[in-house]
T-cell receptor, first 114, second 108 residues
Framework: EPEVTQTPSHQVTQMGQEVILRCVPI?????FYWYRQILGQKVEFLVS????????KSEIFDDQFSVERPDGSNFTLKIRSTKLEDSAMYFC????????????FGPGTRLTVT | QKEVEQNSGPLSVPEGAIASLNCTYS??????FFWYRQYSGKSPELIMS????GDKEDGRFTAQLNKASQYVSLLIRDSQPSDSATYLC????????FGGGTRLMVKP
């Protein structure tokens, strides 16, 4: 069964450094998403992406965040200057039919900012 | 602020019993409703989606939606110890908003 994959599974970085989290959505899906979950807290929406454009973003997704689909299979989340409070699990998700429909999550990247 | 509320639990049920999980949401414009299961340290796994009022059954799972009351529920029949997890309610308005989850414990 097709799955969303994410790399790396765990990323440790120092405060102020840039990180890029990578995702390979399910191959026939066209809608892509990033979420984060701080330990012990809710899953929070960051951004949705379709047709090479951001379609929706939350208040969390400020100027330090960016997303890109650099090729036909990868979808990336970049954090330009990491802060301690960016430490969280970051989940990529994809959907075949769009925002109203089922989203399937990848296994996540645990980001630790020291 | 669009909210999705769930009782954090834990909800403890014996093996073989029915587990009933509830969720309320604030945004009347919400169109799609989902239940995800999340094991500790893992990612959310989609269990059910429901889009219209009423019941939707899939195996041991039944989702129920009442838009007038802004209420979604999930019933798990014949609960198994492997069902022990946190169940997340998610509601789609202009973005997918998650509740904090209900921790379910199924005791053998």
């Amino acid at each position: 069964e097709p799955e969303v994959t994410q790399t790396p599974s765990h990323q440790v970085t120092q405060m102020g450094q840039e990180v890029i989290l990578r995702c390979v959505p399910i191959s026939n899906h066209l809608y892509f998403y990033w979420y984060r979950q701080i330990l012990g807290q809710k899953v929070e929406f960051l951004v949705s992406f379709y047709n090479n454009e951001i379609s929706e973003k939350s208040e969390i997704f400020d100027d330090q965040f960016s997303v890109e689909r650099p090729d036909g299979s990868n979808f990336t989340l970049k954090i330009r200057s990491t802060k301690l409070e960016d430490s969280a699990m970051y989940f990529c998700a994809s959907s075949e039919q769009g925002d109203r429909y089922e989203q399937y999550f990848g296994p996540g990247t645990r980001l630790t900012v020291t | 602020q669009k909210e999705v509320e769930q009782n954090s639990g834990p909800l403890s049920v014996p093996e073989g019993a029915i587990a009933s999980l509830n969720c309320t949401y604030s945004d009347r414009g919400s169109q799609s409703f989902f239940w995800y299961r999340q094991y500790s340290g893992k990612s959310p796994e989609l269990i059910m989606s429901i889009y219209s009022n009423g019941d939707k059954e899939d195996g041991r799972f039944t989702a129920q939606l009442n838009k007038a009351s802004q209420y979604v529920s999930l019933l798990i029949r014949d609960s198994q110890p492997s069902d022990s997890a946190t169940y997340l309610c998610a509601v789609q308005g202009n973005m997918l908003t998650f509740g904090g989850g209900t921790r379910l414990m199924v005791k053998p």
